[in-house]
T-cell receptor, first 119, second 111 residues
Framework: GAVVSQHPSWVICKSGTSVKIECRSL??????MFWYRQFPKQSLMLMAT?????????EQGVEKDKFLINHASLTLSTLTVTSAHPEDSSFYIC???????????????FGPGTRLTVL | QKEVEQNSGPLSVPEGAIASLNCTYS??????FFWYRQYSGKSPELIMS????GDKEDGRFTAQLNKASQYVSLLIRDSQPSDSATYLC???????????FGTGTKLQVIP
């Protein structure tokens, strides 16, 4: 249990376009989802926390109008990178925490990540 | 500010040896502790969670928690080359949604 999927696994886009990344909890209800970004050889950086049906809480320095997060259901959250630029190229990883078989109260389970390259 | 400290390594151990990974945290209110493994280019994978003082064993992995010393460790017995990865310590305080991650310790198991 406790499987989180992400789609797409990688994406290449032109500068100025928008990219949507989906994160799904496959066998449990994700009451909370987190979005991280990781640059090569660097630590995970939390971008935002989202609860189902609520607005996301963004970390300091993360532009909420650029990184749009929607958590419309207990199994799906999306991250849209709007007007992407080369400096947005990174590894985007979601994680989910919730209730269901194979989960414990505070455990976070990560999706496989999405590698974004902006040309 | 909540902090989780780990030695960045690399920690090199020979195959078959015990690898010991350490983590300290600053917030005494922390209640949940996690170890994740992250292979290069991949996302983190949960290995162990521990909530009370003492040891918790799962296969070749043992997590140790000492809340008085604000210290949590991960022991890997019979280390294998496939254990070579970065190990992330994570800490959560009850009532807070966010988990604070350490920067990770890179482990290299030498065949």
């Amino acid at each position: 249990g406790a499987v989180v999927s992400q789609h797409p696994s990688w994406v290449i886009c032109k500068s100025g376009t928008s990219v949507k990344i989906e994160c799904r909890s496959l066998d449990f209800q994700a009451t909370t989802m987190f979005w991280y970004r990781q640059f090569p050889k660097q630590s995970l950086m939390l971008m935002a926390t989202s609860n189902e049906g609520s607005k996301a809480t963004y970390e300091q320095g993360v532009e909420k109008d650029k990184f749009l997060i929607n958590h419309a259901s207990l199994t799906l959250s999306t991250l849209t990178v709007t007007s992407a630029h080369p400096e947005d190229s990174s590894f985007y990883i979601c994680s989910a925490r919730g209730q269901g078989r194979g989960t414990s109260t505070n455990e976070q389970f990560f999706g496989p990540g999405t590698r974004l390259t902006v040309l | 500010q909540k902090e989780v400290e780990q030695n960045s390594g690399p920690l090199s151990v020979p195959e078959g040896a015990i690898a010991s990974l350490n983590c300290t945290y600053s917030d005494r209110g922390s209640q949940s502790f996690f170890w994740y493994r992250q292979y290069s280019g991949k996302s983190p994978e949960l290995i162990m969670s521990i909530y009370s003082n003492g040891d918790k064993e799962d296969g070749r992995f043992t997590a140790q928690l000492n809340k008085a010393s604000q210290y949590v460790s991960l022991l890997i017995r019979d280390s294998q080359p496939s254990d070579s990865a970065t190990y992330l310590c994570a800490v959560n305080e009850i009532g807070y949604q966010k988990v604070t991650f350490g920067t990770g310790t890179k482990l290299q198991v030498i065949p």
